[in-house]
């Protein structure tokens, strides 16, 4: 079984600052990367999308990736107490068909 | 999560009863998934079809059946419910590259 390892947190920052969620993988030719939100009772919602090394960036949050390190990070500036969910990194496997998914970070955003 | 719709919402069964979820998709998915999810396990896959006409296994499949009615349809049925079926269940649709879309979820439990 292919390891996607997220610290389930909860990962608690103020209003205002950064947040930065972390993920590893074990499967070393996984080749695409997704992080998801996923607020309480509802379903996973697709926030970030990334394919090579690097930062990629959309509005407040940045997605980076590490291949050679096998990590991928998500980084959320200005954070909101809307932003507080539980963040699910996602890894298309090398081999496999479907994502593999970490079992999530608890994100909480103080007033 | 407009475009992948789950029927029904709620269900609660004894354990025994068969019952079908349903899935629809019009976002023109090729590949359509179930998910399971459940408290401290995070999303676990249960069957997948990467096109109309086929269905594979994936990490959970046990007292499970899929049928891919066509490319718009993905169904799960329980042939027999146990307590341990009792979960959120979540359809998904994925795009050519990689992004996965779900749907709603259906609050499953069996008593």
């Not at chain 2, 341990?84 to 259906?106: I, K």
Request: with cysteine.
């Amino acid at each position: 079984q292919k390891e996607v390892e997220q610290n389930s947190g909860p990962l608690s920052v103020p209003e205002g600052a950064i947040a930065s969620l972390n993920c590893t993988y074990s499967d070393r030719g996984s080749q695409s990367f997704f992080w998801y939100r996923q607020y309480s009772g509802k379903s996973p919602e697709l926030i970030m999308s990334i394919y090579s090394n690097g930062d990629k960036e959309d509005g407040r949050f940045t997605a980076q990736l590490n291949k050679a390190s096998q990590y991928v990070s998500l980084l959320i500036r200005d954070s909101q107490p809307s932003d507080s969910a539980t963040y699910l990194c996602a890894v298309n496997p090398n081999s496999g068909y479907a994502l593999n998914f970490g079992k999530g970070t608890s994100l909480l955003v103080t007033p | 999560n407009a475009g992948v719709t789950q029927t029904p919402k709620f269900q609660v069964l004894k354990t025994g009863q068969s019952m079908t979820l349903q899935c629809a998709q019009d976002m023109n998915h090729n590949s359509m998934y179930w998910y399971r999810q459940d408290p401290g396990m995070g999303l676990r896959l249960i069957y997948y079809s990467a096109s109309e006409g086929t269905t594979d296994k994936g990490e959970v499949p046990n007292g499970y059946n899929v049928s891919r009615l066509n490319k718009r349809e993905f169904s799960l049925r329980l042939e027999s419910a146990a307590p341990s079926q009792t979960s959120v269940y979540f359809c998904a649709g994925d795009t050519n590259t990689g992004e996965l879309f779900f749907g709603e979820g259906s609050r499953l439990t069996v008593l």
